[in-house]
Structures are given as structure tokens and as C-alpha cells.
């Protein structure tokens, strides 16, 4: 359920080694993807926990062979299964929003809807405490358990599931983020989240808006829109 998002690492522990296991003429290089983090910056994106989580995550790791040497570039790249790698910048703003409440994200439990090939939950879980992600896709599901192998991640959980049930064993989150687009807000994500919890989620069809969805400690919801995008439908059920 990756997007093809458009705007309109490694671990710690890792010495490295995932980043480099494509072994693809410099590509891994710090300097690569530290360029990749000026055009996020450039963009808009100012949080430095969100660009120091960019430039660690290996974005060519989780890229077939074939498309490793576009793995840098601001676009969204195909996975397999009808789905996409979001662009950088949608990955990083996603994260900067899903901050904005957060007081303490090194305590706070982040769902992800969509884990797509694995990337974007890595980038989470460099941010955060404590990521579950759920896929509907079992190939892609099984992707991205491969994909993170190498770094190494104990505080991300992968989950093969149907996004529109959250995962109701996990809850509640201080934060849901989605990469798929849906018409309406899965009720079931609201009731997972925790009082002043956040969502980021596109909404719409053919006119997609990424909007950001606050629920205050009384669980009055509060729904600001921030700017147009394009994502694959959110869809039910598991395939």
C-alpha cells in the first residue's frame, strides 16, 4: 500500500553493512544521500530528527538491483505488486507531521499503514520508539521483512494484515500514518488512537489532499488539510 506520493539506515548497530550490500559504485556513499536530504530540506522539511533519520536509512537497500541507481532521486520507484516507494519527500513529511504533537517520540508508539517494501517504516523507526506496520500484500509483506533484516530494527514490529482494522492488539498509538489514499477515515483508526494522537493520512479519490487528523484529550477530532498528493487507493482485505 506505498504511495506515489508527490507534492502539487542503517541502525546504529549495523556498522554500515546493510547500507553497502548492494555494493553498486558509491551509491551507498554518505555524500549520495546527504544530497537526497538538501532537496527534502529544500522542499520544506525542517525537523533534523526526520533528516538525520533520512540520511541513515539506505534507500537503495530496499530497491531491486535494476532501479538502485535512481534510489536517490525525489520520485516514487515501482515494488511490485501495483505498488510504489514513496518519494523522499513525502516519506520525510509524513514523519514531520506525525511529530508535530508528539512530546516525547522516543516513548511513543507509531502505527503504519502500508508497509509497502519496508522503507519508510526503517525511517520510523529511527524517529520513534515503537512502530507496528501492517501490510495487506503477503509478497510485499515478506519483502520488507527481508528488506530489514540486515538493519536490525528490535523496536519495529511487521504485521500482515488488513490496514482498515488497525491492529487492535498494539493500540493505542500516539500516532497512525497511511500510504494508500482513502475516501473516508477508517473509523477504526480513530478509535486506536490515543487522546492528543495524531493521524497523517491522504484522503480522496481523484482529488487527494495529505491531511492530519487531531484528536484532543476530550477525543473531539480535529481535521487540517496541507497539501495535494497522489496515492494508490487504500484498499480492504488481504491478497
Known amino acids: 500500500m506505498s504511495p506515489t506520493g508527490r507534492p502539487t539506515g542503517e541502525s546504529p548497530r549495523d556498522g554500515g553493512a546493510a547500507s553497502d550490500r548492494l555494493g553498486n559504485g558509491g551509491l551507498a556513499s554518505e555524500r549520495v544521500r546527504s544530497r537526497m536530504v538538501d532537496r527534502v530540506r529544500e522542499l520544506g522539511v525542517r525537523d533534523h530528527r526526520v533528516l538525520d533519520a533520512m540520511a541513515a536509512v539506505p534507500r537503495h537497500a530496499f530497491l531491486d538491483a535494476a532501479l538502485a541507481s535512481r534510489a536517490y532521486e525525489d520520485t516514487a520507484l515501482p515494488i511490485g505488486h501495483g505498488q510504489t516507494m514513496s518519494q523522499p519527500y513525502i516519506v520525510a513529511r509524513t514523519a514531520e507531521l506525525a511529530l508535530e504533537r508528539c512530546v516525547d517520540p522516543k516513548a511513543a508508539k507509531v ?5 509497502g517494501c519496508g522503507y519508510a517504516a526503517a525511517v520510523l523507526a529511527r524517529i520513534f520508539g515503537n512502530v507496528i506496520s501492517v501490510e495487506r500484500v503477503r509478497a510485499l509483506h515478506e519483502l520488507a521483512r527481508s528488506n530489514l533484516r540486515p538493519l536490525r530494527l528490535s523496536n519495529l514490529r511487521l504485521v500482515f494484515g488488513d490496514g482498515f482494522d488497525g491492529v487492535p492488539g498494539e493500540a493505542p498509538f500516539d500516532a497512525i ?11 477504526t483508526w480513530l478509535d486506536q488512537l490515543k487522546p ?6 491522504p484522503l480522496g479519490g481523484a482529488d487527494q489532499r495529505m491531511t492530519v487528523i487531531a484528536k484532543d484529550e476530550s477525543g473531539r477530532v480535529v481535521r487540517r488539510t496541507i497539501e495535494a498528493v497522489r496515492f494508490v487507493p487504500l484498499r480492504g482485505g488481504t491478497a
Open 111 to 115: 502505527l503504519e499503514i502500508g508497509t
Open 177 to 187: 500514518v497511511a500510504a494508500a489514499a482513502g475516501e473516508q477515515l477508517p473509523a
Open 196 to 201: 492528543g494522537g495524531t493521524i497523517v493520512a
